[in-house]
């Protein structure tokens, strides 16, 4: 719906530009335009922010999720599996990991996972690619709706900045007066040399 109302939005600003009223003298137009581009600028701005929360709470959302439907949750012997753990040679504790994975044994990997790294020897980064392998094993379809989901953020945001960009420009009546000037020129030069094509 976002898309759909910046494009639509910015379509009726392209033609407002495009379209000057002959009746009215070109600063007018300009003003017309300037004042047209603040108030779409302005409503791109909370689209920005709606989106932007609107993201922020899926992903709250989908973070829940995956912490009840994956089972990564502590169990009873998370001191011994933490105990045990830690004195593994580095080489065998990513096999374990790997192996708790697989066997998509949530309460033994929690223990490791969710302790201080000094309790475990795992490095933060690692942390997160494991807990991520472990979502991906046991919740497929929400790790797959949460990857859609942040690439319709992205493309969002990616309009919202391209519209913001826009707007910008045309809300600065001396920036919007340069842009027409090098429109104008170019369709000048544009006609000059397919005059002088013709003349061939």
């Known amino acids: 719906g ?4 910046l494009c639509s939005n910015m379509a009726a600003l392209e033609t407002v530009r495009l379209n000057p009223d002959s009746r009215l003298p070109k600063d007018s137009h300009t003003l017309n ?10 409503m791109t701005e909370e689209m920005r922010k709606a989106v932007t929360l609107k993201a922020e709470e899926v992903e709250k959302g989908l973070a829940a999720e995956l912490a009840a439907r994956s089972g990564l949750k502590p169990s009873a012997y998370g001191v011994e599996i933490r ?9 065998d504790k990513v096999k374990a990991i790997q192996s708790l994975i697989e066997g998509k044994d949530g309460g033994s990997l929690d223990a490791i996972l969710n302790a201080p790294p000094v309790l475990t020897g ?7 690619i494991y807990r991520e392998q472990f979502y991906q094993a046991t919740c497929p379809d929400l790790i ?10 992205e493309h969002v945001l990616a309009a919202v900045a391209t519209v913001e960009t826009a707007t910008t420009e045309y809300s600065d009546p001396k920036k919007l007066k340069e842009l027409e000037e090098r429109e104008t020129a170019s369709v000048a030069a544009q006609t000059q040399l397919e005059g002088v094509s013709h003349g061939d």
């Open 2 to 5: 976002t898309l759909n109302d």
């Open 122 to 128: 795992v490095l933060p980064q690692d942390i997160v």
């Open 33 to 42: 335009v300037s004042r047209a581009a603040s108030k779409l600028r302005g």
């Open 83 to 91: 105990t045990r753990f830690h004195a593994m040679a580095p080489g």
């Open 144 to 153: 797959k709706a949460r990857s859609t989901y942040r690439d319709l953020k």
